[in-house]
């Protein structure tokens, strides 16, 4: 029996196709036409976080055939100008980040928390109810969440307290910043609230941190904003910070002259005013810190609709990294995309986002997968430029030794300096110009003798390359430079599929 015809892609629908439409049927009608009309205000609102995505979903991203291979993958990234780069916590576990729904993840490390369900401590009405119960959980976990080293170490090192902080970040960070660099990065859309992906370079015109930040926290009633410098000492310690309002009586602030001056509220505050009155029915105590991560409940971030709307319109290729698309409504953003852009998975698990068929699964350690692309696409010293162990990029600078002055600058004008072993010395400048001109043809003589001595040694080499049949070039060492450097990975193919491979460090 002949295997039958794989099944062709299925036609993609869009919000404003009628899917019932047919020759014998007519086109919606002006009442449903008005329907929308009047949801366009609704759709404009951001969506809020939600902690699963929807079900029964039918099929609507088809894969496209014509990707399934790692080396596809390479040449889609060579080839795009415009790629989304989606991001979730598993591009940096490992730093020792942990993720939330792992085995070593953040839900696990909540066991003893007075919820049922851990994701109740992140709901933002539980938070205003009892915010105490939320910074006590926070003490755990926030510090592991920042991804913190000393500044002259590594994670890991023990180092004195007094030792000043700066994030690390991971292979994973770095390659989007490189592609930031090269052109290519269109927006980088994270779930993360680490704030890593700009200690790594990705500059905020290019970052929607969909999920809010750790790296700020905003008063609940008089909307101050302070950093996490300031408020994250309060919570390590196992307190809940508080902003200076909560010491004023007065809700109300006055002026000069006596009169009431209050808040200016944004446009959008101005449109979300049903939500507001849901969400000012739980209180909360006066001059509260919230950190600006999205709690469940509350909003997405106010600028992820309007640009994914517009990106969706300019991307040639999908990347989602180190997610399980878990969280609505990021997890949507694989439906948004237009079905003929190309979308790649990298992860430790494999795709299982009802409606999506992404076109190549590569399954392994993030920062290992893009290491390997990068290889062999040749950018291996383009990412190196921008890991956090390199100085030029991790904006670490250890601090210059103060020189200590030994004379005026008037003086230094006419008498020149030179070094030696560490110290300033001043000579005369007789003496200081003779010592050069003597420095100099030391330096001439030695440059013409290793000159004599490299042309003997070629001309020995021509002569013994040429017994036997001539004298050959000799293009080993140039060979060697330009040839890619020696994979450290093992590629797997799943059996029984096309696309989905396993990538593991070689022994």
């Not at 989606?86 to 007075?114: C, E």
């Not at 810190?289 to 991560?293: A, E, F, G, I």
């Given at each position: 029996m002949s295997a039958s015809a794989p099944h062709s892609p299925a036609p993609h629908?869009?919000?404003?196709?009628?899917?019932?439409?047919?020759?014998?049927?007519?086109?919606?009608?002006?009442?449903?036409?008005?329907h929308r009309l009047g949801t366009d205000r609704a759709s404009?609102?951001?969506?809020?976080?939600?902690?699963?995505?929807?079900?029964?979903?039918?099929?609507?991203?088809?894969?496209?055939?014509?990707?399934?291979?790692?080396?596809?993958?390479?040449?889609?990234?060579?080839?795009?100008?415009?790629?989304?780069?989606?991001?979730?916590?598993?591009?940096?576990?490992?730093?020792?980040?942990?993720?939330?729904?792992?085995?070593?993840?953040?839900?696990?490390?909540?066991?003893?928390?007075?919820?049922?369900?851990?994701?109740?401590l992140f709901h933002i009405d539980n938070f205003k109810a009892d915010p105490a119960e939320f910074?006590?959980?926070?003490?755990?976990?926030?510090?592991?969440?920042?991804?913190?080293?000393?500044?002259?170490?590594?994670?890991?090192t023990s180092k004195a307290a007094t030792e000043p902080l700066v994030p690390r970040y991971s292979s994973t960070h770095a390659f989007v910043a490189m592609l930031q660099s090269k052109g290519k990065l269109l927006t980088n859309y994270t779930q993360n609230i680490d704030g890593l992906e700009i200690a790594a370079g990705?500059?905020?015109?290019?970052?929607?941190?969909?999920?809010?930040?750790?790296?700020?926290?905003?008063?609940?009633?008089?909307?101050?904003?302070?950093?996490?410098r300031k408020y994250m000492?309060?919570?390590?310690?196992?307190?809940?910070?508080?902003?200076?309002?909560?010491?004023?009586?007065?809700?109300?602030?006055?002026?000069?002259?006596?009169?009431?001056?209050?808040?200016?509220?944004?446009?959008?505050?101005?449109?979300?005013?049903?939500?507001?009155?849901e969400d000012s029915t739980t209180s909360f105590p006066k001059g509260l810190?919230?950190?600006?991560?999205t709690f469940f409940g509350e909003h997405i971030s106010y600028s992820y609709a309007p640009r994914l709307d517009t990106d969706k319109r300019k991307a040639d290729l999908l990347v989602i990294v180190g997610t399980s698309l878990k969280v609505a409504p990021v997890n949507d953003m694989l439906l948004a995309i237009p079905p003929t852009v190309p979308q790649i998975w990298i992860s430790k698990d494999r795709c299982q986002r009802q409606g999506v068929k992404v076109d190549i699964e590569l399954l392994g350690e993030c920062d290992l997968i893009l290491e390997e692309i990068a290889r062999r696409a040749g950018w291996t010293a383009a990412l190196e430029e921008k890991m956090w162990e390199n100085p030029k990029s991790s904006g670490i600078r250890e601090p210059a030794a103060k020189s200590q002055k030994v004379c005026s600058k008037s003086k230094l004008e006419n008498m020149p300096a030179i070094k030696a072993e560490g110290s300033l010395q001043i000579r005369p400048k007789a003496e200081a110009v003779a010592d050069s001109i003597a420095q100099n043809s030391e330096i001439k003589s030695r440059c013409h003798n290793a000159?004599?001595?490299?042309?003997?040694?070629?001309?020995?080499?021509?002569?013994?390359?040429?017994?036997?049949?001539?004298?050959?070039?000799?293009?080993?060492?140039t060979d060697q430079k330009r040839q890619p450097r020696e994979s450290k990975v093992i590629v797997e193919l799943e059996e029984g599929t096309r696309s989905r491979w396993y990538i593991r460090r070689a022994k």
């Open positions: 629908c869009n919000a404003e196709t009628d899917v019932t439409a047919s020759p014998s049927q007519p086109s919606p009608s002006k009442l449903l036409q008005l404009s609102v951001p969506p809020r976080r939600l902690s699963s995505p929807l079900k029964n979903v039918s099929q609507i991203r088809p894969r496209l055939n014509q990707y399934y291979t790692l080396d596809h993958a390479v040449s889609l990234f060579k080839s795009a100008k415009n790629i989304i780069i989606l991001t979730g916590a598993g591009i940096s576990t490992s730093l020792g980040v942990p993720d939330f729904r792992s085995t070593d993840g953040i839900y696990n490390l909540l066991k003893d928390s007075v919820y049922d369900d851990p994701q109740e910074f006590k959980q926070a003490a755990k976990v926030f510090p592991k969440m920042q991804g913190l080293v000393p500044a002259s170490g590594h994670a890991g990705v500059s905020p015109s290019r970052l929607i941190q969909v999920h809010g930040t750790l790296a700020t926290a905003t008063c609940m009633s008089c909307g101050k904003q302070t950093t996490a000492p309060v919570v390590r310690a196992g307190g809940i910070p508080f902003c200076k309002c909560s010491l004023v009586k007065d809700n109300d602030k006055t002026n000069q002259h006596g009169r009431t001056v209050k808040k200016k509220r944004k446009r959008h505050e101005f449109e979300d005013s049903e939500s507001e009155l810190l919230k950190p600006d991560m000159e004599n001595s490299q042309a003997r040694a070629e001309t020995k080499k021509k002569t013994v390359s040429g017994i036997g049949g001539g004298s050959k070039p000799d293009t080993n060492r």
